[in-house]
């Protein structure tokens, strides 16, 4: 089985009349067998690479079914036969998908980036079929109930029909995806007949360092080099066999039309650094800023006592997040049927429909039940009592008293964002203000908030409000430095709030020196960019 990252994928469009120039091409008029004409075309030499046009690789086979005497045909399966990889297809039955999808996509990118390449077109789908059995077990009938539909589905619709002007007994299928599944998709179909060759699964990695031909040497099935043909989409993987046959086709066909189930996965925070904003943003702006102010907000008063309280919210805003990301998705599908002209990324159409509401709420409520376990007995015992909720009857009951609440918090910024995306300019203004405050103290219902911590969460309002309202005012914000406003806000207020809470204690704590080394720190870069830009121009404009 190939990897889908790399490998050329098919059309179910029909090949309709394309086709039929080039068999009188290559077949003539008065010869019944194109292999005399095929030999001296320049993409059938012995070894040959260069990929041919579908149309012509067509106009072979269905040439090929008059020929005399009668030729074999060895046909690829992943993206040859079918569309996607039939790995990808298998893993994709497994249920619930919103949790081992994402955990199957993840170990396959994890696995390609620690083992050199060769190593992972040998190992990456067969570890991850023995996990994903080891897993998730029953997916097997899941996938024998829906095989037969999802080959319907996934097949080459093009290469199929032109098969089917060949004899099914001279027709074989030659794959390293695993046997079973293959011939789980096959059945039911005319194929079902064809010889397969194809590994069990623990022969794929034997097999796929052996090669295409020493599995159908040991299967009996050795083709006649002079007079078969082959199919493929992959010279990487059928080197050996496109090397050994007068008439190896390399065929790229066009991309599938139905996308690979295994890609639309839907991971946490992807569509965010895919389509909504970019990687740097999911690095910089949420997991290098918003993440340390919730822990600057929450977690220095544990510390360095309790450290869990930190892991606890690490979890709780990924928790958060990963619902809120559903309000990125729906602002863009919102703007693209109300807008004239809509801000979209060039991404958008290919993951409309990435983002599933159920799947992110999953996500959403592992990453909470794993933070209140990591808060231990008397972190939840502590969150409980802050509630001013009673004594409570059992344990059990007390992490579903807790649950619940965060899950609360979690639908009312949902709620707030759909509301936010519906809303005219005018009103998006404000509702951006309760947006970022249901981002960074949902937590408050677990944690108390000191005085600094309050200023900190002013200050950082501030700074991500200001240069929104500005823009979506028709101002220009460039000429200042959002990270500054933050850094001012905090050292302009915090001793005020010190003053009227009657404890100048406040302003010696070592977490205030913390929250304002970040707030430097944050602001350093940015500071530089905007003075920098000052000193080489007079015009305000300009800077």
């Known amino acids: 089985m190939k990897d889908a990252s790399t490998s050329v994928r098919c059309s179910d469009a029909d090949a309709g009349a394309p086709g039929a120039g080039p068999v009188r091409d290559v077949v003539g008029t008065e010869q019944h067998d194109p292999a005399p004409r095929l030999a001296e075309r320049p993409t059938a030499r012995p ?3 260069a990929a041919i046009d579908p149309a012509e690789a067509l106009a072979v086979l269905r040439a090929l079914g008059q020929s005399k005497p009668p030729r074999h045909v060895y046909v690829d399966f992943d993206f040859t036969l079918c569309g996607q990889s039939s790995t990808d297809l298998f893993l994709a039955q497994a249920r619930p998908a919103a949790l081992y999808l994402p955990l199957f996509r993840l170990l396959g990118a994890v696995l390609r980036m620690v083992l050199p390449a060769g190593a992972a077109r040998r190992w990456v789908d067969p570890l991850r079929l023995w996990i994903g059995l080891l897993l998730c077990p029953w997916m097997i009938m899941s996938f024998r ?22 004899s099914v007994q001279r027709i074989t299928i030659v794959s390293f995806g695993c046997d079973f599944v293959l011939r789980t998709l096959l059945r039911g179909s005319r ?24 599995m159908l040497r040991r299967a009996g099935a050795m083709p006649d080099r002079a007079r078969d043909l082959a199919i493929t989409d992959c010279d990487r993987d059928d080197a050996d066999l496109l090397a050994y046959l007068r008439h190896g086709f390399l065929v790229r066909w066009p991309p599938c039309a139905r996308p690979n189930p295994m890609a639309m996965a839907y991971i946490p925070f992807a569509y965010t650094a895919r389509v909504k904003r970019s990687p740097g943003f999911l690095v910089k702006q949420i997991l290098l800023e918003e993440l340390p102010i919730v822990l600057l907000l929450f977690g220095l008063a544990a510390l360095p006592g309790d450290g869990r309280v930190l892991l606890a919210l690490v979890l709780l805003f990924l928790s958060y997040m990963t619902v809120y990301e559903i309000g990125y998705a729906d602002n863009d599908r919102v703007g693209e049927r109300s807008e004239a002209a809509p801000k979209l990324s060039p991404q958008f159409p290919a993951y409309r429909d990435y983002v599933h509401p159920l799947s ?8 909470a039940v794993v933070a209140l376990a990591v808060m231990g007995e008397a972190g939840r015992a502590a969150a409980y009592a802050r509630a001013g909720f009673a004594v409570p009857d059992t344990a059990i009951h007390e992490f579903a008293v807790l649950l619940s609440g965060w899950m609360g918090c979690v639908l009312l910024g949902a709620l707030l964002f759909a509301g936010f995306n519906r809303a005219t300019l005018f009103w998006r203004v404000f509702l951006y203000l309760s947006l970022q405050t249901g981002k960074m103290l949902s937590p408050l219902i677990f944690f108390p908030l000191g005085p600094a911590g309050a200023v900190l969460f002013m200050a950082h309002l501030v700074r991500m409000w200001a240069p929104y309202a500005i823009r979506r005012c028709g101002g220009d914000f460039e000429r200042t430095s959002s990270q500054f406003i933050r850094l001012a806000f905090f050292l302009s207020f915090l001793p005020l709030v010190a003053f009227a809470a009657g404890d100048l204690s406040i302003l010696l704590g070592w977490e205030v020196a913390v929250m304002l080394a970040f707030c430097t720190l944050r602001s350093g870069p940015e500071l530089r960019r905007i003075l920098t830009r000052s000193r080489t121009t007079d015009d305000p404009a300009q800077l």
Do not use: C
């Open 47 to 49: 070894g040959t690479t």
């Open 191 to 214: 194929l079902e007949a064809a010889r397969l060759v194809a590994p069990g699964l623990h022969r794929m990695v034997r097999d796929r360092r052996a090669g295409k031909l020493a």
């Open 145 to 166: 109930r829906r095989a037969q539909s999802l080959f319907r589905a996934y097949r080459n619709q093009r290469l199929v029909t032109a098969l089917d002007a060949i």
């Open 360 to 367: 992110a709420w999953v996500w959403s409520l592992l990453f």
